[in-house]
């Protein structure tokens, strides 16, 4: 499929490229549950645009996934400003990224709720090919 995620402004938060379609399994975990329940019943050529509250997409932000962390465990040389994207590693060894929210002398505040959680998302979506899981996909 192609597929396109619009905030509530209007400004396109992802997207497929014109010759790179999405391609997934149902019930994989690649979409989000309230994409996928939006796809069933769709048929090859059908478009539908839907908008999807944070329940159902990214959650509602969680002010427990913003935390203030000591300037000294980021590189010294690391240049941190408001904004910017940093990769941390989870205990378990999975990573994650944190939005730098602030930078202060001694702590910088940092954001790991999902971009788009809070927001209603629309999702604009095109079927290109379905497939019974037994046959490659013919997508042209």
Request: hydrophobic share 40%; proline share 5%; net charge negative.
């Amino acid at each position: 499929m192609h597929f396109a995620i619009r905030l509530e402004d209007g400004t396109v938060a992802d997207a497929t490229e014109v010759d790179d379609p999405m391609r997934f399994v149902v019930g994989d975990g690649t979409l989000i549950g309230g994409l996928e329940l939006a796809l069933y019943g769709l048929h090859v050529g059908d478009t539908q645009t839907l908008t999807i509250g944070p329940e159902n997409a990214y959650g509602a932000r969680d002010s427990d996934n913003i935390h203030r962390l000591d300037r000294a465990e980021f590189p010294a040389e690391m240049a941190l400003a408001k904004g910017v994207i940093v990769g941390f590693s989870t205990p378990a060894g999975d990573e994650i990224p944190g939005m730098v929210m602030d930078v202060g002398e001694k702590q910088v505040t940092v954001d790991f709720n999902h971009p788009m959680a809070g927001h209603d998302i629309t999702f604009e979506v095109e079927i290109l090919d379905v497939s019974d899981g037994e046959q490659p996909l013919t997508v042209q």
